[in-house]
Structures are given as C-alpha cells and as structure tokens.
C-alpha cells in the first residue's frame, strides 16, 4: 500500500513562507508525476505545482516566481517552499504522485495539509 504523508502547513502572515513537504512511502518500484493540489473553501481542486514524468516543473500562473516545488527522488519526497504568501493563498494543500507499484500505476493523493495566511 502507498501513502502519501503531507507536513509543513499552518498560519502565516502576509508576505511570509511555508515549506510543505511529501514523502511516499510504500512498496514504490517509480514515481512519476509528482507535485500540489489546493483547494480553498468554495472552489474547485486546483493544480499548484508538479514535476512530470519529463523532468519539467509546471506552476499555476498565480505562485510563478513565489513558489518552489523540489523533488528529493532518493527519499520519494517532494517539496514546496512557498515565499511571499498572500491572502489568496490559503487552502488545503493536497499531495499528488502516480506512483509505480505492484501493481502497476496509480494515482495516489496524501490527506491534505492546511496553509493560513492572516494578519
């Protein structure tokens, strides 16, 4: 079984940084596609950042120069430093890997993890 475990997310204040973390664990042959969903209140599941199976990282227009998604492919782990956070930012962050396993290729999600930002 595979899972994905999220850490990092709490309250910050505008303009200030959060850095999430991912980490697979598992019987885990490959990972794929690895990256960050969020979701705030009310609105649909968006794409923040993923590595691709290419090697290429995409960011959502909005965290573009702000946000870093870097991938520790040793430790199946995958990081998000989020820099000058703003008020629009905040929402649960989901972790997202398509994952090689026993049996074959899923798509596996982590619990989610909260990210606030207030004054």
């Known amino acids: 079984q595979v899972q994905l475990v999220e850490s990092g997310g709490g309250l910050v204040q505008p303009g200030g940084s959060l850095r999430l973390s991912c980490a697979a664990s598992g019987t885990i042959f490959s990972i794929n596609d690895m990256g960050w969903y969020r979701q705030a209140p009310g609105k649909q599941r968006e794409l923040v950042a993923t590595?691709?199976?290419?090697?290429?990282?995409n960011y959502v227009d909005s965290v573009k120069g702000r946000f870093t998604n870097f991938r520790d492919n040793a430790k199946n782990t995958v990081h998000l430093q989020m820099n000058s956070l703003k008020p629009e930012d905040p929402a649960v962050y989901y972790c997202?890997?398509?994952?090689?396993?026993?049996?074959?290729?899923?798509?596996?999600w982590g619990q989610g993890t909260q990210v606030t930002v207030s004054s």
């Open positions: 590595f691709t199976s290419g090697g290429n990282t």
């Open positions: 997202n890997a398509n994952v090689r396993s026993w049996n074959g290729v899923r798509n596996y």
